[in-house]
């Protein structure tokens, strides 16, 4: 019967980079494929189609979210489809190599690829012996492949060789075959990034430079060659994931915090993070505050800047989506959330509080401060103000004592700026302003070029 366009729904989360997809089997059930643990957009496009998730298959253990599964489970009665070699700690039906699951009508068919996890499956999705299309996880990916250092610098090459192999024998598939991955653009999971999201076996044998290389050991370098630093929570989310996560009942909310009761959970160890947008934060915030807006990429730098062991305080602006900040943080495990500032600003400043200010400026405005950029190496390698220190945002509260006083902090808009200042001053820095703009704003308005590489860009 083969399967209608728009019987895949792709269900892309812009910020953590990935794609998770529904499939309707055509008799109102459905497969989702790498669902992470936020279903609000999975179930809208269920209930939009009529849909119950009958299956739920997930690649690999994963690193950069808490999987949906157990909770479809839960919700829906879905049958889990996982690798058996990945141990998982809950009800599930365990697969290996050439495994077959009749979906009534199609099959789906797992295949052993393992490189960027030890137990990575691929999903081959058959309508009788013709093959649609391949869920590929993190093996293959538009252009690349998902990395393979998750499990530590000892493992990077042998996994790197295993990813080998997997992408060898999945460009064996037809040409034809649809190749649906999960990590994508903007994913800390691809190395490096693409901007398409899905391909064709026959595109990627022509396009992607990895499957050029003439040999293994071309490909292991060139692979290994392209990682770059990915978040702290990485490191907790596979075993996380193997034991399940917990159920979650509906949507809770931040609870409202007096002032007292906010003050009771810094002094106890907890964070206020500020998720209000960077201009707001910087006319006025909390002493000691961390700066991360909130938008789509909230829950990497949640993950990458604070540990899931202490508990949060949000301040928020009017208007803000309060389920946004608890999903973002519980698909990344962070569960211990205190609640929320009662009367925002107002109420810290009425009860004789202080608030601090950070300078946010435009290029047009800036003088002759010392310049660090926050962004990753590959961004910065790519186009940066001559004469910029690169710090990347995710190392730069272990590097603090490293950045100069008096900078300014520059991104490529201002967002991870903002969060990069609240953590110097965190620190102890004073007079840090922020550029309301990116690099190339900067070199226009003084008079630049922009440069490239990294060479001597260290503080």
């Known amino acids: 019967m083969g399967l209608p366009e728009d019987h895949l729904i792709p269900l892309v989360d812009e910020g953590l980079g990935n794609s998770a997809y529904l499939v309707d089997l ?19 496009a269920a209930e939009r189609r009529g849909l119950t998730v009958a299956y739920a298959a997930d690649t690999h253990l994963h690193a950069d979210f808490l999987s949906g599964a157990v909770q479809l489970g839960h919700d829906q009665g879905a049958t889990i489809l996982a690798s058996a070699a990945g141990n998982r700690a809950f009800d599930h039906q365990g697969l290996v190599d050439g495994d077959e ?24 999705l058959l309508d009788g012996r013709s093959e649609l299309g ?38 064996e598939l037809p040409d034809s075959t649809a190749v649906w991955p999960t990590h994508g653009a903007g994913s800390f999971c691809s190395a490096p990034p693409g901007s398409e999201r899905t391909s064709t076996v026959g595109a990627e044998k022509r396009a992607n430079p990895l499957l050029a290389a003439p040999d293994e050991d071309t490909f292991v370098r060139l692979l290994t060659a392209s990682l770059g630093s990915y978040p702290a929570y990485f490191d907790r989310l596979g075993e996380a994931n193997r034991r399940g996560p917990g159920i979650v009942a509906g949507t809770p909310l931040p609870a409202l915090l007096s002032v007292g009761q906010v003050r009771a959970v810094m002094a106890d160890g907890g964070h206020v993070v500020d998720v209000r947008p960077a201009a707001d934060y910087a006319a006025g915030h909390l002493p000691g505050s961390l700066s991360i807006p909130l938008r789509g990429q909230f829950a990497t730098w949640l993950g990458w800047l604070l540990p ?11 208007g803000q989506d309060l389920s946004e900040i608890v999903w973002q943080a519980y698909k990344i495990g962070y569960e211990r959330l205190a609640g929320r500032l009662d009367g925002g600003l107002p109420a810290w400043t009425a009860a004789g509080h202080p608030l601090t200010s950070t300078v946010f400026v435009t290029a047009a405005r800036t003088d002759s401060r010392p310049y ?9 390698a790519a186009g940066h103000v001559p004469g910029a220190v690169n710090i990347e945002l995710g190392a730069l509260a272990g590097a603090a004592a490293a950045a100069p006083e008096g900078a300014i902090v520059a991104c490529g808009h201002g967002e991870r700026a903002m969060t990069a200042a609240s953590l110097l001053e965190r620190a102890g820095h004073t007079d840090v302003a922020v550029l309301d703009g990116g690099p190339a704003d900067y070199a226009a308005a003084h008079g630049e070029q922009l440069a490239r590489g990294t060479e001597d860009t260290r503080p």
Do not use: K, M, W
């Open 26 to 44: 055509g008799d109102g059930r459905a497969l989702a494929v790498d669902a992470c643990r936020d279903l609000r957009a999975l179930y809208a």
């Open 372 to 380: 660090v950029d926050v962004r990753q190496e590959s961004e910065f």
């Open 308 to 318: 899931d062991t202490a508990p949060l305080v949000f301040v928020t602006a009017d």
């Open 134 to 171: 391949v869920f590929t996880g993190g093996s293959l990916i538009v252009n690349s492949a998902a990395r393979t250092d998750l499990l530590g610098p000892e493992r990077t090459e042998g996994l790197a060789r295993a990813q080998y192999r997997s992408l060898r024998r999945l460009t």
């Open 101 to 124: 699951v009749d979906l009534g009508g199609l099959t789906l068919r797992a295949l052993a690829t393992p490189g960027h996890t030890d137990e990575h499956l691929s999903f081959l």
